[in-house]
């Protein structure tokens, strides 16, 4: 019997984040159980800082709303946390045990942990080290291993499919070629996605390293046929054959974590196309519009199962799992499947490729159906 539970947040947020915790405490409040939510993520674990969610006014009124009602955290990894002496000295120390003592002084049953690959790797190492966490997967990039879809994807995929909307009849009318840029660090989900609801001429994504002379290519076709503009779509990952990714190096607060971050693919394609075709060419970069703002209809359902879901896990004692989506169902999946072969404690930084994150097949149906209909991969 659980009686009392916790919520946590950490990493990039999106829309649909206040639908999980509305379903994880309706779900709580239906059964008597105490649900908390931790301040800004593996944070608010560390310090031990909380609130209480049910019979809460503030958990009431927020299926509609976008961010996160109990913060999160970016780049908090408890395992090698960055720890400033009063000297200045910096030294980065494991303090998972103090998150530990926390729980069990506290008397959390469960731990649910939203969030990306970053999260449910350090949700499963803490697992091992005895707090019952259960994992629900969160990012825009939709790029969590082992689930079809995280919540917070089909918002983005909406807003990134309105930009391309609206850049068509400004690209119509002034014969210019447009570029966005979206999210996307290794997969190129949102790209490829929003390619095809938005009618796009191109997308190139991280998994398919592109020629940009195939993407002129395109837009000559379509020159010869009177069509003088084109909307291409770029993930902020995209590589150039024989390139490298654009990105940059940044000093990110405390904690640690990702420090490669990715500006400029999207610019970096409409200049060279400019130059190769001799049309005006113009970049727009989404950016964190895809993470802000109400979720769609598809997305607070989507939320609202795996919050009921998550709840409903622990209320069997299962723990040390990730509520997934496979083949359209409902179900979970063990987090220690989920970290593939970073199986060591704290070993493996989240947000990288090789945290195991789900990235675009040759063979799944979207890049089928994109070269089906003559959408350019940059291949
Ligand atoms: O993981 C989601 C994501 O939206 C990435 O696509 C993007 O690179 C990153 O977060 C940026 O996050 P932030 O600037 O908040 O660290």
New binding site residues.
Partial sequence: MIKKVAILVN??DVSGLNPVIRAIVRTAENKNIECYGFIDGYKGLLENNYVRLDKSPISSGILQTGGSIIGSS??TIVFNYKVTNPDGSVEYKDLSDVCVQNVKDDGFDCVFTLG?DSTQKSARDLFIKGINTIGVPK???NDVACTDITFGYNTAVSVATEAIDRLHTTAETHHRIMVLEV???FAGWIALESAISGGADAALIPEIPYDINKVVEVIERRRKIGKEFSVIVVS??AIPKDGEASTFTAD?GSGTG?TT??AGAGDRVSKELQQLTGLESRCTTLG?M??GGTPTAYDRVLSTKYGAKAMELAMEGKFGVLTVIQNGHLGYVPLEEVVGENKELGAVEG?TKESNVRLVTMDHELVKTARDIGICLGD
Avoid: S, V
């Fill in positions: 990493g990039g970016t780049n990306g990012t825009i990039d999210m996307g660090r902020e990952g990110i990702i971050k990715f964190y895809q993470r947000g």
